[in-house]
């Protein structure tokens, strides 16, 4: 899903996740099993349970760590994945739009900044997909705006032809970014717990070197196996990272680390660090640029998906979404809209807000083959370079709700089904193609 780096030790290693081996194989056997008639499953249960308990066995499910290091010259660690059911063994999805009412995000707007925000969940039937926009409606500078992330390998390794990216991440820091000639780099400080990833030198340094860069604090601090930080770990490190930064670079511009996705459950962690922040410090969080995650995944704990916050074992509101929802357009503009509003309700209305981790994780034998990839991303960079609102919209960008997006990824080998790239061969997808038809169209 998203990519944990290490520091910026010179040599460092790449973990392989158990789960590309016995896990993949145990997975695909349960799946396989719950998508087989009742009858067949009762007879096969004996032997299939002999073989997941082999496959277990052989593949040293004990206790200890699940992930085996070996070195390796970039510096990306993959996130391991939840145990095995983490792709949950349901039946296979159908595209086909819900026949009753979904849940959608609504926000009770605040008359206070700084005041509890109430979200609510009210019936909705599900939105239209966004369709093709007419050239007109996208910004002069709508290139600039779109970003990947690289997840395998260097930027410039990859055939871009006349379709490169505005902007691209790796989700660390460079005290000496790849440059280009038209493609910013986007820094990022990762945590753990609240602790920076990175030596404080090393930060100043690459502030100090590469002046007027955005930064990101973070990636996905609300997720336990990204940067697990509570609310009150994430204040303190932020608040410390923006004084390094900040007084390294005074040009430099930070955003908060995008939570995972936005519910109910992730606007309550949100709050929880506003409300910190301005208890603690006496003033609002300074955040230069809003940053969020638009997954779809399931919030529950000891399930698949994205889990419950740190900090938040105990709640009870999480979202229930299931695999077929993972590539809905109307929920990808729910949560849109909904940090849009909160940002209004929290005076920040003029921010920038951008989309920083996205796409679809799920592997295509769920129901996600390369045409509905495709599809999801052209109707999504549609939607981020056109949706506008005169109420809630960024007042600096003609109202515009989204300033900048980044698609995950280039070339993965944990999570490939969005891959512009296959890896490691570097040959265009079929997503590459509606991306660059994209870029060409939008010209």
Sequence with gaps: MIRSTVTDRPHVERQRPMHQTTGQTARRLLCNMRRSKPANRRSCLPGAALILLLILLLGGCRPGPLLTPAPTAEPLVPTSLPPVAFFAPTPKPTLAPPATPTAALAVVDTPTIGAPLTLTISPTTAAPSATRAPVQQLSSDWRQRIGVGVANGVLEQIAWGDARPGWYLDWK?????????????????????????????????????????????GNEPDVAWQDNSTPEQYVRAYHDLYQTIKTADATARLAIGGISQVTPLRMRYLQRIWDLYRAQYAADMPVDVWNIHTFVLREEKDSWGVGLPPGFDDAADGTLWNIEDHNRIDLLQQEVIALRRWMAAHGQRQKPLIVSEYGILMPADYGFPPEIVAAYLTDSFTYFATARDAQIGNTNDDNRLV?????????????????????????????????????????
């Design 403 to 443: 300033q900048r997006w980044c698609w995950y990824s280039t070339a993965d080998d944990v999570y490939p089904t969005g891959n512009l790239f296959a890896w490691p061969s570097l040959n265009p997808t079929a997503i590459f193609r509606a991306y660059t038809a994209f870029m060409r169209a939008a010209r």
């Design 173 to 217: 820091i460079h005290v000496t970014p790849e440059r280009t000639s038209d493609i910013e780099f986007v820094q990022m400080v990762r945590l753990q717990q609240g602790e920076a990833r990175n030596t404080t030198e090393n930060i100043r340094r690459a502030a100090e070197t590469h002046p007027g860069a955005l930064w990101l604090i």
